[in-house]
């Protein structure tokens, strides 16, 4: 099954607006991580934003803001103010720990946002 | 500071041929990851070490795949024969896991991408 769900497989948005990147994830743990990762056409992943699932408040790193809903199990992305550089992949990822107490990522099959003129 | 670096970049060989990739970790992390990611896929962890031990590397197909870190630094994957399936593109990651911190960020670098012939 699944466990990082992201239903957008692309997304349009005008320069200047802002966009919301939609994520779902499952797990019984309480503790977990979520992340978002921007990878442009070169390849490489770029970190975005991290939410800890005993934050109270939802995460904000500049333009980036991650709106966390722990009940609906939601992750979604914000990009205010979009730019033609954020055209590029996103992926949404969960972090578990692991039975042996170590960590595991798991990531989504990713939204590709494109950034309109 | 240097982020982590792969080589080669890309890689074009026939089926049935060995190859391998390397990995440099950013120093000072401890955890270094490999995963595969296939063309509108979000990534797949392969394998995940822990300085120079392997923590999880139930994904890793051990019939054709191994993968070392010597003295928990560099670390190299190596596909030996490949297969047309295995073309896909080869990130790897590390982070500096601290117990005390659910934070534990990930940074990747730019992958290697396989073409089987």
């Known amino acids: 099954a699944q466990k990082i769900t992201q239903t957008q497989p692309g997304m349009f948005v005008q320069e200047k607006e802002a966009v919301t990147l939609d994520c779902t994830y499952d797990t019984s743990d309480q503790s977990y991580g979520l992340f978002w990762y921007k990878q442009p056409s070169s390849g490489e992943m770029i970190f975005l934003i991290y939410?800890?699932?005993?934050?109270?408040q939802n995460a904000t790193e500049g333009r980036y803001s991650l709106n966390f809903q722990k009940a609906r199990k939601s992750a979604n992305l914000v990009i205010s103010a979009s730019q033609l550089g954020d055209s590029a992949m996103y992926f949404c990822a969960m972090r578990e720990l692991t039975t042996s107490g170590t960590y595991k990522y798991i990531f989504g099959t990713g939204t590709r946002l494109k950034v309109l003129a | 500071e240097a982020g982590v670096v792969q080589s080669p970049r890309y890689k074009i060989i026939e089926k049935k041929q060995p190859v391998a990739f390397w990995c440099n970790p950013i120093?000072?992390?401890?955890?270094l990851y490999w995963y595969r990611q296939n063309l509108g896929q979000g990534p797949e962890l392969l394998i995940r070490?822990?300085?120079?031990?392997?923590?999880?590397d139930s994904q890793l197909p051990k019939d054709r795949f191994s993968a070392e870190r010597l003295k928990g630094v560099d670390s190299t994957l190596k596909i030996q024969p490949a297969e047309l399936g295995d073309s896909a593109v080869y990130l790897c990651?590390?982070?500096?896991?601290?117990?005390?911190?659910?934070?534990?960020?990930?940074?990747f670098g730019p992958g290697t991408r396989l073409t089987v012939l």
């Open positions: 990651a590390s982070s500096l896991v601290r117990r005390q911190s659910s934070y534990n960020e990930q940074f």
């Open positions: 120093s000072g992390h401890n955890t």
């Open positions: 939410q800890g699932s005993y934050d109270e």
């Open positions: 070490y822990e300085n120079e031990e392997a923590v999880d």
